[in-house]
């Protein structure tokens, strides 16, 4: 595992974006967002204006409300072009608002078609099931998506961290560590190959 020092600039140059809304689980928000601001990416939340109040939405903490945490850049606003990658935080709640959303689908659904990099942790993956994001692939999710996302044409399996064809994914916030270290890895590798492809 590479320590912290190592990660420092890996994502220098790049924007990564979240999205999130109401009820999205508080670390599963916060811990990537500043793991990928210290590897040196820029990072914008990016929310549906049904769920911002006063330009925050309220977080969800294990087993109440937790924080409330600024948005960058209302939905409406946001554009998949300008971002080189996306990570889907989790919570129950988040990613099945997100799903009634049919902004929030287009904008995922833009990384899939462009073969951007994505990571999504617990139920996020919901959401992209949505997006037409998961036939084919091997994830991970918080277990109670597996049924789902076995219908929707992946295979699902039960690991801490799972990366295949440009998606990382993690079950719940314990996987952090090894997530937040997969998806630097993974967006900085396709970085550098899109930079050598360019």
């Avoid at 850049?73 to 129950?92: C, M």
């Avoid at 099945?96 to 462009?114: G, M, Q, T």
């Avoid at 993956?125 to 949505?130: C, E, M």
């Avoid at 801490?160 to 719940?172: H, I, N, Y």
Wanted: proline share 6%; glycine share 8%; aromatic share 6%.
């Amino acid at each position: 595992m590479a320590t912290h020092s190592e990660n420092r600039n890996q994502l220098k140059g790049r924007r990564i974006a979240i999205l999130a809304t109401k009820g999205v689980e508080e670390v599963e928000l916060t811990k990537p967002k500043k793991a990928l601001e210290e590897a040196g990416a820029k990072v914008d939340v990016i929310a549906p204006e049904s769920g911002i109040k006063s330009g925050k939405i309220k977080a969800w903490d294990v087993t109440d409300w937790g924080e409330e945490i600024e948005v960058d850049i209302p939905l409406s606003q946001a554009k998949s072009g300008d971002y080189d990658a996306l990570h889907l935080p989790g919570g129950v709640m988040n990613p099945d608002y997100l799903r009634l959303e049919p902004k929030a689908i287009e904008f995922v659904k833009s990384f899939v078609e462009e073969g951007k990099p994505i990571a999504a942790i617990c139920h996020a993956p919901w959401t992209l099931i949505n997006a037409g994001g998961v036939q084919g692939r091997t994830l991970t999710s918080w277990p109670s998506l597996q049924t789902d996302l076995r219908n929707a044409g992946a295979t699902w399996v039960d690991r801490e961290v799972v990366e295949e064809k440009g998606l990382v994914t993690s079950r719940k916030p314990d996987d952090l560590p090894a997530y937040n270290q997969a998806m630097i890895k993974l967006f900085a590798d396709s970085a550098a190959s899109h930079h050598a492809a360019a």
